[in-house]
């Protein structure tokens, strides 16, 4: 340690002072809040439960604003979505038991998507953790079990001068590239008993860089530099770590065409000379994929959606950064860089040489020439309609939340995002109820522009609660439904496989009247005015809601043969 950093150590006289007379009247929670204030949390999600009272009682003792949502997986979703849209991990405050298991849908949707969602949940008292059989209201033999599969890492805590630290630790992986949701949990004795420890301040919890290996970069330069008919595929990973410019030199410096995976939307430009877009469920850019020599896969594992359901079989070379270890090689052999997309990317900017392709732009029209044509021979005018109508009504640089409904579907083939960390679906883990908490946690996260949410009306039952949220807070989230009377992929999917469907049809209420009963602006719409309903209610302040009736359709698949 030098000089200059052992002064930097040394607390200041107020400091001291602060710490020899911390103020009356704190607990275990305030050890919590005042961590996460510390770390730079400015607002939290969640929901109050019996074991959780210490941590909610300390928020009226802190300056963090609480978002509260009325069910714990939604409350998630919301973190999520607000961990995407600003890059800092989300608190997500929770009870034990039945509360914290509610959540696990959406901590799989963060992990999967890689979205950093601080979850801290308490726990039973002390005496009763070990795995007896105390009788404790929710108790469970080892509530951390439920999660260890699901989440980053996990965190315990039994005393409180454990609080901050853990705390911190689990910041930092839920930061660390790839980000993702991270699981703390205190138990009641201790969230509520006095604390004579000082005031938490400023806490280092500092993320890592995860950086690749040189001497695999230059072999990856070396490859792109020397391929005819380079090609890249940009997921996910190029998004959350804010990368799309370097992706976009990279792209141009080897005239790469580039295709981006549904959760890469928006992170090369839609009408780029060089963008395939996103149309990886087609067997035409399925094809296109395979005869080049040389794939650069960026911040994706090449999972079932990105790969067209794991019919591409590249033939040339495929070189795959990624900062999940467990994605690395686990669909194709390739040159495998252990790697944030940021610093990949840079790596090879600095290291490639540059290619002089003016066919690359001509290849890229054709395919999205052939694209066109496929979708056009399948009468499918409503659905594009219904999609060219939201896209035109919703603001440029509004992001949007969609659920698994099918104009999702859609949108992640079809869908001009207009630019990084816009639109954002539930593609990553697949469960309903995502589209309208998530927007909700965005607006939360940035109230100078409205946020669109899209479900279907079966996906919407899942989060109709949260109407009462919206309006609580005010946000500005306006929230279309097609409601076209059950499950319709599910409809579509079991019709195709089996000649008619089973369960998917569902009684609904009207959604109109039940958005007015709490207060929220409702209007019913159709695909000829809804482009007109979408752009007023977007443009007014505070939430509301547009019900389309409609039945849309999926176009045919490539990869069933």
Do not use: C
């Not at 961590?35 to 939290?44: I, S």
Request: charged residues 20%; proline residues 7%; hydrophobic residues 45%.
């Amino acid at each position: 340690m030098t000089h200059d950093q052992d002064l930097e150590l040394r607390p200041t006289a107020a400091q001291t002072e602060a710490a020899l007379n911390p103020p009356p009247g704190r607990n275990g929670g305030d050890l919590v809040v005042e961590t996460l204030a510390g770390l730079g949390a400015t607002t939290v999600f969640g929901l109050p439960g019996q074991h959780a009272l210490g941590m909610f009682d300390a928020l009226r003792r802190s300056d963090l604003r609480y978002i509260g949502l009325r069910v714990e997986n939604n409350a998630g979703f919301a973190a999520d979505a607000y961990g995407r849209i600003t890059g800092e991990a989300a608190p997500l405050l929770l009870s034990t038991g039945p509360g914290a298991l509610t959540s696990l849908a959406a901590l799989q949707e963060a992990r999967a998507a890689s979205a950093p969602v601080l979850a801290i949940s308490s726990q039973i008292p002390t005496p009763g953790l070990g795995g007896g059989r105390h009788g404790y209201l929710h108790e469970l033999p080892d509530q951390s079990a439920s999660f260890r599969g699901v989440v980053k890492s996990v965190h315990t805590v039994r005393t409180q001068s454990q609080i901050p630290s853990a705390i911190a630790d689990a910041w930092k992986s839920a930061l660390t590239a790839p980000h993702g949701p991270v699981w703390v949990e205190i138990p009641q004795d201790v969230l509520l008993a006095p604390t004579l420890l000082p005031v938490v301040t400023a806490v280092d919890a500092t993320p890592e860089d995860v950086l690749p290996r040189p001497e695999l970069t230059a072999v990856a330069a070396d490859l792109l530099s020397r391929a005819a008919r380079p090609a890249i595929i940009a997921g996910g990973g190029v998004v959350r770590a804010d990368a799309s410019k370097k992706l976009r030199q990279l792209a141009e410096k080897l005239q790469a065409p580039v295709v981006t995976t549904p959760g890469g939307k928006g992170a090369f430009p839609w009408t780029h000379p060089l963008s395939l877009q996103s149309w990886l469920e087609d067997r035409h850019t399925t094809d296109f994929l395979e005869d080049v020599d040389v794939v650069l896969v960026v911040g994706s594992g090449l999972g079932e959606l990105s790969s067209n359901y794991h019919t591409f079989k590249p033939r040339g070379r495929v070189i795959q950064i990624e900062a999940d270890l467990g994605k690395l090689e686990s669909n194709h052999p390739a040159l495998g860089i252990h790697a944030d997309a940021w610093h990949g990317l840079q790596a090879l900017l600095e290291t490639v040489t540059e290619r002089a392709d003016t066919s690359a732009p001509l290849r890229v029209g054709e395919v999205l020439g052939k694209v066109r044509e496929r979708i056009a021979s399948q009468e499918l005018t409503l659905e594009q309609g219904v999609l060219e109508s939201v896209r035109r009504a919703l603001p440029p640089n509004s992001p949007s939340f969609w659920d698994m409904t099918i104009l999702a579907y859609w949108a992640w083939s079809a869908f001009d995002a207009k630019g990084p960390n816009h639109l954002h679906s539930a593609q990553g883990a697949g469960g309903l109820g995502y589209g309208f908490p998530a927007a909700l946690g965005a607006a939360a996260a940035d109230p100078t522009r409205p946020v669109l949410a899209v479900s279907g009306d079966g996906g919407a039952l899942y989060s109709i609660a949260e109407l009462a949220t919206a309006k609580q807070y005010d946000l500005d989230v306006t929230w279309l439904i097609v409601d076209d009377g059950g499950y319709g992929i599910l409809r579509e999917y079991m019709t195709d496989a089996f000649g008619e469907a089973t369960a998917t049809e569902l009684t609904r209420p009207d959604y109109v009247a039940l958005a007015e009963s709490f207060g929220v602006r409702g209007v019913r719409t159709t695909p000829e005015a809804l482009e007109a309903d979408l752009a007023k209610a977007l443009g007014e302040p505070g939430p509301s809601v547009v019900v389309l009736p409609a039945v849309l359709r999926m176009f045919a698949a490539t990869h069933l043969g």
